[in-house]
Structures are given as C-alpha cells and as structure tokens.
T-cell receptor, first 110, second 114 residues
Framework: SQQGEEDPQALSIQEGENATMNCSYK?????LQWYRQNSGRGLVHLIL?????REKHSGRLRVTLDTSKKSSSLLITASRAADTASYFC??????????FGRGTSLIVHP | NAGVTQTPKFQVLKTGQSMTLQCAQD?????MYWYRQDPGMGLRLIYY???????DKGEVPNGYNVSRLNKREFSLRLESAAPSQTSVYFC?????????????FGDGTRLSIL
C-alpha cells in the first residue's frame, strides 16, 4: 500500500514556467524524500526533508513540509525541457524503509 | 563510479521458467533493496537486505527469493515465472543505520513473461 500519494498524476507546462507537485501521506514520518525518474532510467534522489524542517532548497528546487497536514510540495522554478520526468515522493512511515507514491508525470514543452 | 549495476537490462521468459536478476553496488552500502514498478502502481518493495547476511520480505514477496551474496551483491530469483511478474525491476542501495536514507537506483531490468 502507498504511504505517499502525489498530485497531480500528470502536469504539462511550458518551458520557463514553475511546476508544483504535491505529496500527501497517512502516518507520521521521520523524513520525506523526492526522487526524479527519467524515461527508461532508475530513480535519482533529489532532496530529503526531515520532519522538523519546514522548507528546503536545492538549486531550482524548493520543498516544503507541513506535518500537521501530512503533506509536502515540490516546486521546480523556471522549468526546462530537461526537467521532463516523473517525480516521486518517498516516506518512511515510522520504519526505515521508504515507501514510494505513484508519481507525478511532468512534461515541459520547449 | 558505476553506482548500482543491474543485469540483464532486458529479458523475455516463458511461463514456468526460472531466472536470477543480478545487482551489484560499489558504494560500500550496507542496505540493498529490490522493487518492481508497474504502470499506475509506483514502486513496490519485494525484498530488502538491511545488512550483509540478512534479508526481509517487503510488500510483495510472493513468487520471489533473494540472496545477499556479499556486501556488494544482492540477487533476485524467480523460481517459476508467471505473467503477473511482467514488470520493471529495480535494485537500490543505501547506507544503513539512519532512517530512510537516500537510495541509489540501478537502471532496471525489463522483464516480460509470456
């Protein structure tokens, strides 16, 4: 069963626009991670945010975490065609094994 | 560094055949994992190995066995393949000891069972 669920399932934007995707989860977590998966490749770790953090930045990525709402968001600013990929959140739900959601498919049109 | 290497990249089997998927990592990680990825289902954990010498079942272990051969290698075996096991299989590794560490993934094995 999925602990984290991403929303929307699919997102289509133009290059230069911002892309926002959300992750909701069910049980308390120690931390939450975001991954990217390019077509035909494995997942690549993007960023980890701990349960006591509210916001974290890495380059054009901004992640927020609201533990009271059990939700997180990933913002990609000034999107590029190369950002086209699927994005997954992973939560630990109290154990040390991450559980992945079904992902958001992002298409950035040149 | 190669990171996580999976072999083979593609495989077609007939129902009832057996095969072993290989995974090796060169990052000196203690923990290794096997997932399957199906359309619309995300990644589901099949088995994991928290450290050399230990293995545990994940969410969908039925029909699979694993072997942690040494610290580097973690194999997944299908004893009698079924069409429902058609999927993309990913191996991953992470440092142990801290909850939910970032995982490093291989590029997957695409398995079709006819």
């Amino acid at each position: 069963s999925q602990q984290g669920e991403e929303d929307p399932q699919a997102l289509s934007i133009q290059e230069g626009e911002n892309a926002t995707m959300n992750c909701s989860y069910k049980t308390s977590i120690n931390n939450l991670q975001w991954y990217r998966q390019n077509s035909g490749r494995g997942l690549v770790h993007l960023i980890l945010i701990r349960s006591n953090e509210r916001e974290k930045h890495s380059g054009r990525l901004r992640v927020t975490l609201d533990t009271s709402k059990k939700s997180s968001s990933l913002l990609i600013t000034a999107s590029r065609a190369a950002d086209t990929a699927s994005y997954f959140c992973a939560t630990d739900g109290g154990s040390y094994i991450p559980t992945f959601g079904r992902g958001t498919s992002l298409i950035v049109h040149p | 560094n190669a990171g996580v290497t999976q072999t083979p990249k593609f495989q077609v089997l007939k129902t009832g055949q057996s095969m072993t998927l290989q995974c090796a990592q060169d990052m000196n990680h203690n923990s290794m994992y096997w997932y399957r990825q199906d359309p619309g289902m995300g990644l589901r954990l099949i088995y994991y190995s928290a450290s050399e010498g230990t293995t545990d079942k994940g969410e969908v272990p039925n029909g699979y066995n694993v072997s942690r051969l040494n610290k580097r290698e973690f194999s997944l075996r299908l004893e009698s393949a079924a069409p429902s096991q058609t999927s993309v299989y990913f191996c991953a590794s992470s440092e142990a000891g801290v909850r939910n560490q970032p995982q490093h993934f291989g590029d997957g094995t695409r398995l079709s069972i006819l």
